[in-house]
């Protein structure tokens, strides 16, 4: 499947603690794969350096290779030792919550995000220049903390598709919420057992489909040779046509398999442009990833997972017998454990509505319309 592998790690809710790591890439359907689970003290260096040095026996580095994470720094030093060639992206929702702590107004988030997903440099720019002229402190956070190429698509190094968020790897905790109550052996039990109905589920699924792609692909496909009915493909040689319509007219080079819109460079299948060109959906195969297709998307969930059999039968090396294992040292804290999930940076905002610009969650502030001046309605006095 596509090499795009989110990761990330979410804490234990028992007593001994620990965080749960958890590296994912997605199918050909676009539904979540696991690929690795570890159990580790917490999210440290060392945690995740042995991490990835473990994920590297499976998956190699390679330039082609892309880790989609959040900017937490110990994954980013851990990735810089393991997987050297690897491109790295960070997650743009992690991003955007952080913007949304800074207080900046939707209007500006919007214009970020509407950057990060553009797929022509052209169009980065015209969203970056207006965030530079409308919210010239959004412009110098998001280039100071960070460089463009690891949230843009439009700069990216390598080829990270859709997955412009850690979004499985989040499901996937999310999935085991009650699972990260249970003591280690007992979720690992549930992880195994849900991870078995995945594969079961989606072998079934991959084994009843008879089209070229799969579904959710297929479905694309469909809305943009809609789309494509709308535009006109002029020939400009045997591979090149010229097409007029829709958004934007581009330019479309059915033999270096790209067009001027670069959905199709990025993304790896044809896009409206492409399929104008086409004219027909019955040789886009040709001009697809292999990824998209179903025996790819088959052969990803070939391997059937057995549960562990009973310890009667288990074959135990003599080494591993010899060790003892002790529990990890626990400090005894005050109070009940925490059983729901700490909000990420800027899920919880003041509700602040900026009398210029109406926004809510607003640092006022910076608002342009302001002036640079801090105008908010004073908070009613406290009575006595």
């Not at 804490?11 to 994912?24: E, R, S, Y």
């Not at 792609?213 to 493909?233: D, G, N, Y």
């Not at 934007?248 to 442009?273: I, Q």
């Not at 052969?299 to 039968?313: D, F, G, H």
Request: net charge positive; aromatic share 10%.
């Amino acid at each position: 499947m596509r090499k795009v592998i989110a990761i990330d790690g979410t804490h234990l809710k028992t007593k001994f603690g620990g965080c749960l790591l958890v590296a994912t890439a997605q199918d050909g359907d676009r539904h979540c794969y696991p690929i690795a689970w570890a159990v580790v003290d917490s999210e440290n260096d060392n945690a995740w350096i042995w991490f990835l040095t473990k994920l590297q026996e499976i998956v190699r580095d390679d330039d082609d290779v892309v880790f989609i994470t959040d900017r937490n720094q110990s994954i980013k030093n851990a990735l810089g030792r393991v997987y050297k060639n690897a491109r790295h992206g960070y997650c743009m929702w992690h991003i955007k919550q952080n913007l949304k702590s800074r207080y900046f107004c939707s209007d500006a988030i919007d214009l970020f995000l509407r950057a990060a997903e553009a797929y022509q440099v052209s169009r980065f720019n015209e969203s970056w220049s207006e965030i530079q002229n409308r919210y010239n402190q959004l412009a110098t956070y998001l280039t100071t903390n960070m460089d463009v190429s690891h949230w843009s698509r439009a700069y990216f190094g390598g080829y990270r598709y859709n997955i412009m968020t850690t979004g499985g790897a989040e499901s996937i905790n999310h999935a085991l919420k009650e699972a990260r109550e249970y003591p280690l052996i007992s979720m690992l039990d549930a992880i195994l057992e849900l991870t078995s109905d995945w594969f079961y589920k989606h072998r079934n699924e991959a084994s009843s489909c008879n089209a070229t792609f799969t579904p959710e692909v297929e479905t694309i496909l469909r809305r943009r040779f809609i789309k494509a009915q709308t535009m006109t493909a002029k020939p400009i040689d045997m591979y090149e046509f010229s097409v007029i319509g829709g958004t934007y007219d581009a330019v479309v080079d059915l033999g270096r398999k790209s067009c001027t819109c670069r959905v199709f460079d990025l993304d790896r299948l044809p896009c409206a442009h492409a399929l104008a060109a086409l004219k027909t959906l019955e040789n886009v195969r040709d001009y697809s990833s292999e990824y998209y297709t179903v025996d790819l998307w088959s052969l990803a969930y070939s391997e059937k997972i057995y549960p562990v059999p009973s310890q009667c039968e288990w074959d135990i090396p003599k080494e591993a017998e010899l060790v003892d294992v002790i529990p990890p040292i626990v400090h005894k804290r005050k109070g009940r454990n925490k059983t729901k999930r700490i909000p990420s940076v800027g899920e919880k905002m003041r509700k602040n509505r900026c009398s210029k610009c109406n926004q809510f969650g607003h640092n006022i502030s910076r608002c342009p319309l302001n002036g640079g001046e801090a105008r908010s309605t004073p908070s009613k006095k406290r009575k006595n």
